[in-house]
């Protein structure tokens, strides 16, 4: 079955820091893509950031970036630079393979909290 | 950009009533939207996955009956709640996929459901 968890309920740093979030996942297929999102105060999901599995590379954009360890089934997400507006809850997904791909299953989110 | 707006923002209903919720994607065609209840505990629950000119596949525990679901053209969704009881309460999200997104999903910032 298909499983998306993240361990880390909550982390708290320092504005100006770099925060690393973590995520396993479990899946059969040979082949899937893996997401970040983030939910804002409002309750505004934002995404992030994309990790294709056949790409060796981790993905990049802006301050945030990706630490894909394949062989751990690991997709730890990494936030440079933290500013204030970075608090949210944020949330790893996975393709969900029994909609034809269409749908995501979502972790249980790691709530950030950036102080100045 | 890609954005997904939903209407309304903040909705109260009593017990027994019906409400509709609104998903509108702009800037893009959204060929499938993925409706979600997030409970307070954020977990994520797919609804059911809309895809224009196809049937809609609802998840185990949601049927058609409860959260009728209607995606006429690539710019609109929408998905009502009938008879609305408190286990119904929480945010609805849709997330809207994008023709050659490679899945990912763009949400709004929900749906607010209260029920009385």
């Known amino acids: 079955a298909q499983k998306v968890t993240q361990t880390q309920t909550s982390i708290s740093v320092m504005e100006k820091t770099t925060v690393t979030m973590d995520c396993v996942y479990e899946t059969q297929d040979s082949s899937y893509f893996l997401f970040w999102y983030k939910q804002t105060a409002s309750g505004e999901i934002v995404f992030l950031i994309r990790?294709?599995?056949?790409?060796?590379e981790n993905a990049t954009v802006g301050h945030y970036s990706l630490n894909f360890q394949k062989p751990k089934s690991s997709i730890g997400l990494i936030i440079t630079a933290t500013q204030i507006e970075d608090s949210a809850v944020y949330f790893c997904?996975?393709?969900?393979?029994?909609?034809?791909?269409?749908?995501?299953?979502f972790g249980t989110g790691t709530t950030v909290s950036v102080s100045p | 950009g890609a954005l997904v707006y939903q209407y309304p923002r903040r909705t109260i209903c009593k017990s027994g009533t019906s409400m509709r919720m609104e998903c509108q994607a702009v800037?893009?065609?959204?060929?499938?939207v993925a409706w979600y209840r997030q409970s307070p505990q954020k977990t994520f629950e797919l609804i059911a996955l809309s895809t224009v000119n196809s049937a809609i596949k609802y998840e185990q525990n949601f049927t058609q009956e409860k959260f009728p679901i209607s995606h006429p053209n690539l710019s609109f969704s929408s998905m009502t709640v009938l008879n609305a009881y408190l286990e119904d309460r929480g945010l609805y999200l849709c997330?809207?996929?994008?023709?050659?997104?490679?899945?990912?999903?763009?949400f709004g910032a929900g749906t607010r459901l209260s029920v009385l």
């Open positions: 997330g809207a996929r994008a023709w050659g997104s490679q899945n990912t999903l763009y």
């Open positions: 990790q294709d599995s056949y790409k060796k």
């Open positions: 997904a996975m393709r969900d393979p029994y909609q034809g791909g269409r749908a995501l299953i």
């Open positions: 800037g893009f065609q959204a060929t499938s």
